[in-house]
């Protein structure tokens, strides 16, 4: 069965730091996959998805992530973060590449001034 | 970006008694309308999905006739959760995908969520 594993259930960075978050998969072809960011009293909003192609994805936000088959992994990453960033951040797969997605259990990104 | 709207965005109620949730798109048709829930510190899971003039379809594990889904119009779903008890207690959210297109050229666009507690 599919799923996606997200290591870091919490990450503290300073504003201006770098970020990556990790997200890893387990599908057998080349999946569809997503990140997607809550913040509190929103919905969850789309940052980028790959489908195929380029495997370096740019996103909303000044967010790209990375799809490595090698490594089953779809990290996401930001040069510099901003205090805005502050979130919940959800990487996703689409089961077997249809509408359904399986969620990552999240992780909290907290920043500091 | 498109807009979904739930509500109510947070529901008290008693142990037994119904609860209806409504998910709209505000300016754009749905075809397909999915409803997921999350619980605390937890990923989101996905309870359906239903498209519109046509029975939802069910996760495997997710009572049908506890969670009944109606998806009446291309704006409008419903979730009603039916003889609710505690341990429905749990945060709904719903997403809308646009009619015209496939999942690989339109975005899901979530709801800001449903928080439900049952006494």
């Known amino acids: 069965a599919q799923s996606v594993t997200q290591p870091d259930i919490h990450i503290t960075v300073s504003e201006g730091a770098s970020l990556e978050l990790r997200c890893n998969y387990s599908?057998?072809?080349?999946?569809?996959l997503f990140w997607y960011v809550q913040s509190p009293g929103q919905g969850l909003q789309l940052l980028l998805k790959?489908?195929?192609?380029?495997?370096l994805v740019q996103g909303i936000k000044g967010f790209e992530a990375e799809f490595k088959r090698s490594q089953s992994s779809f990290n996401l990453r930001k040069p510099s973060v901003h205090w805005s960033d502050a979130a919940e951040y959800f990487c996703?797969?689409?089961?077997?590449?249809?509408?359904?997605?399986?969620f990552g259990t999240g992780t909290r990104l907290q920043v500091f001034p | 970006g498109a807009v979904v709207s739930q509500h109510p965005s947070r529901v008290i109620c008693k142990s037994g008694t119904s609860v209806k949730i409504e998910c709209r798109s505000l300016?754009?048709?749905?075809?397909?309308m999915f409803w997921y829930r999350q619980f605390p510190k937890q990923s989101l899971m996905l309870m359906a999905t239903?498209?519109?003039?046509?029975?939802?379809?069910?996760e495997q594990g997710v009572e049908k006739d506890k969670f009944l889904i109606n998806h009446a119009s291309l704006t409008l779903s419903t979730l009603t959760v039916t003889s609710a008890h505690p341990e429905d207690s749990s945060f709904y959210i719903c997403?809308?995908?646009?009619?015209?297109?496939?999942?690989?050229?339109?975005?899901?666009?979530f709801g800001p969520g449903t928080r439900l507690t049952v006494l």
């Open positions: 790959y489908f195929s192609g380029d495997t």
């Open positions: 997403s809308a995908r646009g009619s015209g297109g496939t999942f690989y050229t339109d975005t899901q666009y």
């Open positions: 239903s498209n519109e003039g046509s029975k939802a379809t069910y």
């Open positions: 300016d754009f048709q749905a075809t397909t």
């Open positions: 599908y057998g072809a080349t999946p569809y």
């Open positions: 996703a797969v689409a089961v077997d590449n249809t509408d359904k997605l399986i």
